[in-house]
C-alpha cells in the first residue's frame, strides 16, 4: 500500500477545546461580590436585630391592684426579663405571673423601643379558710390579709390541703343556692360530709354522697313551704334516702310540736 493511501485513511487529530479564561473570570467575580454583598446584608442584619432587642428599660403596669405591693410586681416580674425587647417571652411572663395567687389575669404588650406595659386584674377574696387565712375563688390561699378585712366573709373549713376541693363545693353549692335567695355562712367538710350554715343562721346537713339529690330535695321543700318560715327553721337534715328532718327553733302549733318532723319531699 501506497503512503498516500495510508494518509487519506488516517483520521485527523481533534482538536483540544479552548478554555474561556474571561468568562471565568468573570464567573468568579460576580460569586466574589454577591458573597461579599451578603455577607454586609447579614452583618445589617444581625446589628438591626440587636439594636431593636434592646434590653427593657422601663416597665409600666397599671390595674385595680391593692394587695400586691410595688416593690413585689417588680420582683416578680424581674423573673422573666432574661430577654429583649424582641426576644422577651411573653407567654411565659403571663403564665409566670398569673400563677401567683393575688393575680388574676395579665395584660402584657411591647412600648417601643424599650418598654414594657403590664395591666394586672388582681384576685378578690372570696372566703376565709381556716385559722385567719383567705382564699380566692381557685381555693388558693392569699398572703398579707388582714383577717379584720373582710369579715363578712363566709368561713370555709376542711381538712389540710383540702383548700381546692372545698372552694369547688362551696362555689357550686353557692350558686344554686343562691337562685332561692339562701346565701351560704359557713361550710364544713369533714368525716361527716358537708355542712352549711346559712344565713339567718339555719343549719343544712348534706352529708357525704349524693349531695346534689339531697340539694334538690331541701330546694323543693323550700320553694313548698320551709321559705315562708324560713325564720322558724333551725336545722334541715338531707342525709335520707327519700326525704328530710326539719328542726324547728319553737314549735309554733302542735302540728310541729315536736323536736324532729321528717318530712317527705314528694
Known amino acids: 500500500m501506497s503512503a498516500a493511501r495510508r494518509f487519506q485513511g488516517a483520521r485527523p487529530r481533534e482538536r483540544e477545546p479552548r478554555v474561556d479564561i474571561g468568562r471565568l473570570l468573570r464567573v468568579a467575580g460576580f460569586a466574589l461580590v454577591l458573597t461579599a454583598a451578603l455577607t454586609v446584608l447579614a452583618a445589617a442584619g444581625l446589628v438591626l436585630y440587636r439594636y431593636l432587642d434592646a434590653p427593657l428599660r422601663v416597665v409600666a403596669v397599671d390595674g385595680d391592684i391593692h394587695h400586691l405591693r410595688r416593690a413585689e410586681i417588680e420582683d416578680l416580674?424581674?423573673?422573666?426579663?432574661?430577654?429583649?425587647?424582641?426576644?422577651?417571652?411573653?407567654?411565659?411572663?403571663?403564665?409566670g405571673l398569673e400563677e401567683h395567687p393575688w393575680i388574676a389575669s395579665v395584660r402584657a404588650r411591647r412600648e417601643w423601643p424599650n418598654g414594657l406595659y403590664l395591666h394586672l386584674d388582681e384576685e378578690a377574696p372570696i372566703a376565709r379558710w381556716r385559722a385567719g387565712e383567705f382564699l380566692n375563688g381557685h381555693g388558693e390561699v392569699l398572703p398579707g390579709v388582714s383577717a379584720d378585712d373582710f369579715k363578712e366573709l363566709p368561713e370555709l373549713v376542711g381538712p389540710e390541703n383540702s383548700e381546692v376541693e372545698v372552694m369547688a363545693a362551696y362555689r357550686a353549692l353557692a350558686a344554686r343556692l343562691a337562685r332561692d335567695d339562701l346565701r351560704i355562712e359557713r361550710l364544713a367538710q369533714d368525716d361527716e360530709g358537708l355542712s352549711l350554715r346559712l344565713a339567718g343562721d339555719t343549719e343544712l346537713l348534706l352529708g357525704r354522697v349524693d349531695t346534689d339529690a339531697r340539694l334538690d330535695r331541701?330546694?323543693?321543700l323550700w320553694r313548698k313551704g320551709l321559705a315562708a318560715r324560713r325564720d322558724e327553721l333551725a336545722r334541715v337534715d338531707a342525709r335520707y334516702g327519700n326525704g328530710v328532718a326539719v328542726r324547728w327553733r319553737a314549735a309554733p302549733a302542735a302540728t310541729h310540736a315536736a323536736t324532729h318532723a321528717a318530712t317527705h319531699a314528694g
Do not use: C, E, P, W
Open 218 to 220: 331541701f330546694l323543693a
Open 77 to 95: 416580674v424581674s423573673h422573666y426579663l432574661d430577654g429583649g425587647f424582641l426576644t422577651l417571652d411573653m407567654r411565659a411572663l403571663q403564665r
